[in-house]
């Protein structure tokens, strides 16, 4: 088992009404445990006919509640026991009759009445028929259970086990997991705006080879989704990668340094924090060819350099739209403090989040990072840790420079 710290000690209500979507809440619960949740599952006796409480006791490991009358609790009140000491209750599947009922205060079964007599934070994933999702009452109720305080995860777009293909589909386990950890993040950039850089540039040299680097993107991305953990606004501008984009987290891809310069540039309005994570090329070629250069008796061509735009020093430098906070990265291979310090005062920035990125250090593609913050007053280390924790601890960082500035 791989203990998450987003989940060791909690304890998580996943309340089960009826839809075949049943079958991914079976695996989301196993995932749970595996980072070291305790969950109890309560079903609704719609939800016994897509999965049995028989397999959701044994994924659990715990009594699985269907009667409102399960006499097993001392009291005979289980819909007063699930939620007390609980850190949240999740309804998924969350059909569209059950979030009628949630809207409307209704309470005739175990699974509502545990919902009305909560008293911890309510979610609920819906899954339903596109047609019933778009459907106005539907609308009507979500509308009023965001207006109740209940966070609603979903739905995603795609294929449906009706054959239709709409908005709907219950979010994916690894989504609700994710969306899960996020919710108990503390929210210390809600309503401010975060634009992102990640990934490496590709520079063409002609139609088949490129210029460009080891960048994965893990990182990038990895503060994308911290950032929009703590309630930010997430824009995130990447360079070729093989990773999806984080949930909820607005993405452009782009593919030279000229691409990406564009686009930021494009989503600067009304930023409060620009993170420049992604791994530039600082050159191109001159001229790119249009055909497949090929091979010749003499020898390897000669290619003209030039060099590309400086995205971060001109985001930086800007004297008027300019973020709060502009944060760059510095990723060297000796005289980490050192060149972290001089790029800080060349490109103008608050922050620069320097690393370490020689070959025996495996931070480049790797899962762990060790980062240094330097400022123009002090450096502080962090030590080494995955890459989500140092995701978190540079949205914090960035969290504190923007108060401090507003203040």
Not at 130 to 159: C, F, H, Y
Not at 245 to 259: F, K, L, N, T, W
Request: glycine letters at 8%.
């Amino acid at each position: 088992m791989t203990t998450s710290p987003d989940f060791a000690n909690k304890r998580i209500v996943i309340a089960m009404t009826g839809g075949v979507a049943c079958y991914k809440v079976a695996e989301l619960v196993r995932r749970l445990q595996d980072h070291g949740a305790t969950v109890d599952v309560v079903m609704t006796e719609a939800a016994t006919h897509f999965i049995t409480a028989i397999t959701m006791q044994a994924l659990s490991g715990r009594h699985v509640f269907v009667d409102a009358w399960d006499s097993r609790p001392a009291n005979n009140m289980a819909h007063i026991n699930l939620s007390r000491g609980a850190d949240a209750i999740l309804v998924a599947p969350a059909s569209a009759d059950f979030m009628s009922k949630l809207a409307h205060g209704a309470a005739d079964d175990l699974a509502s009445t545990l919902c009305i007599a909560r008293a911890c934070p309510l979610l609920v994933a819906p899954a339903m028929n596109r047609e019933m999702w778009l459907n106005p009452a539907t609308q009507r109720n979500v509308a009023q259970l965001r207006e109740d305080g209940i966070k609603v995860l979903g739905p995603a777009a795609g294929s449906q086990a009706c054959g239709e293909t709409g908005d709907g589909r219950m979010l994916e386990p690894e989504q609700l997991l994710a969306e899960l950890s996020a919710f108990f993040q503390p929210k210390i950039l809600a309503g401010k705006r975060v634009l992102v850089t990640a990934g490496p540039t590709s520079e063409p040299i002609d139609p088949v080879r490129v210029l460009t680097n080891l960048s994965s993107g893990k990182m990038g991305y990895a503060i994308a989704r911290a950032a929009a953990e703590a309630g930010a606004d997430v824009c995130l501008v990447s360079g070729p990668t093989a990773l999806p984009a984080p949930h909820g987290v607005q993405r452009i891809d782009v593919q030279s340094a000229r691409d990406m310069l564009q686009a930021v540039q494009s989503q600067l309005s009304g930023t409060d924090i620009f993170i420049a994570v992604a791994a530039v090329a600082d050159w191109r070629v001159s001229a790119q060819n249009t055909e497949k250069m090929k091979k010749t008796k003499n020898g390897p061509p000669a290619l003209a350099l030039v060099e590309n735009p400086d995205i971060l020093a001109t985001v930086a430098r800007r004297t008027q739209g300019r973020p709060g906070v502009v944060v760059g990265f510095a990723a060297e291979t000796e005289k980490i403090i050192e060149h972290g310090q001089a790029k800080l005062a060349r490109k103008g920035c608050d922050l620069i989040v320097a690393n370490d990125v020689s070959p025996g250090t495996g931070v480049m593609g790797g899962l762990e990072n060790s980062v240094h913050f330097i400022t123009a007053s002090a450096v502080d280390s962090l030590p080494r840790q995955d890459k989500k924790s140092v995701a978190r601890a540079i949205v914090a960082r960035c969290g504190s420079m923007l108060k401090e500035k507003s203040s």
